[in-house]
């Protein structure tokens, strides 16, 4: 039975809508949900909690969908959680901690093909066979050497080995560098607004930020 259906009277949305609301404040109030979200993000969990919401009332979540769509202020409501979720301390120390792991690989891996550094066991271990060909080849051709980005890189790879809490922190102005930055750039020392004054590069405004709605 969804919106409309001639099959019998109308769903009860706003007991569906006050579940939904109450569901994801009861997992903000949790931390079991934490490393599923780290790992596959927000929005599988959302269509989750609607699954088991809509299911018993006979609707989709897709219905309830296009009713908070077409309504401003349940759709706020809903984005408002859903934006707590995102901002939850638990989920973004582990998002942290993984951008941390995944930055380590990837500046081990950019040391070796522009210095020829033979990265750790523990990063080969995790490179197929035909990548690590890929490397080596890059590595011993000597084309991409570079002496201007390997200290930055070193730099980055210091920090994450003798103080990793300070990784991803502007040495400029002290304020967490965005992890969009961080994972195009793992060896930046500043945020992007810190980073265009040491280049003397004239600043520009931030872009707005556009919130996730997923509908």
């Not at 019998?8 to 706003?14: A, E, I, K, L, N």
């Not at 609707?59 to 901002?87: F, N």
């Amino acid at each position: 039975m969804t919106i409309g259906s001639p099959e019998g009277p109308p769903p009860p949305w706003q007991e569906i809508h006050r579940a939904v609301l109450s569901t994801l404040d009861a997992l903000a109030s949790s931390t079991g949900w934490i490393p599923t979200a780290a790992t596959v993000g927000i929005e599988p969990l959302f269509e989750r909690v609607l699954q088991q919401v809509c299911e018993p009332h006979g609707v989709t979540p897709g219905a309830y969908i296009d009713l908070i769509t077409k309504d401003t202020g349940m759709r706020r409501e809903v984005q408002k959680r859903l934006s707590k979720l995102m901002e939850h301390p638990g989920l973004v120390a582990m998002r942290r901690e993984a951008q941390r792991r995944e930055a380590e690989h990837q500046l081990y891996v950019l040391r070796y093909v522009i210095s020829g550094e033979e990265p750790p066991d523990w990063v080969w271990t995790s490179i197929d066979e035909a990548q690590q060909a890929q490397l080596r080849d890059a590595a011993e051709s000597g084309e991409e050497r570079d002496p201007v980005l390997t200290p930055r890189v070193q730099h980055a790879l210091r920090k994450l080995a003798e103080a990793p809490s300070t990784y991803g922190e502007c040495e400029d102005c002290g304020t967490t560098i965005l992890l969009e930055r961080l994972q195009i750039v793992p060896w930046a020392e500043c945020c992007a607004a810190c980073q265009r004054k040491r280049e003397g590069t004239p600043d520009v405004p931030p872009e707005p930020q556009v919130p996730v709605t997923y509908f």
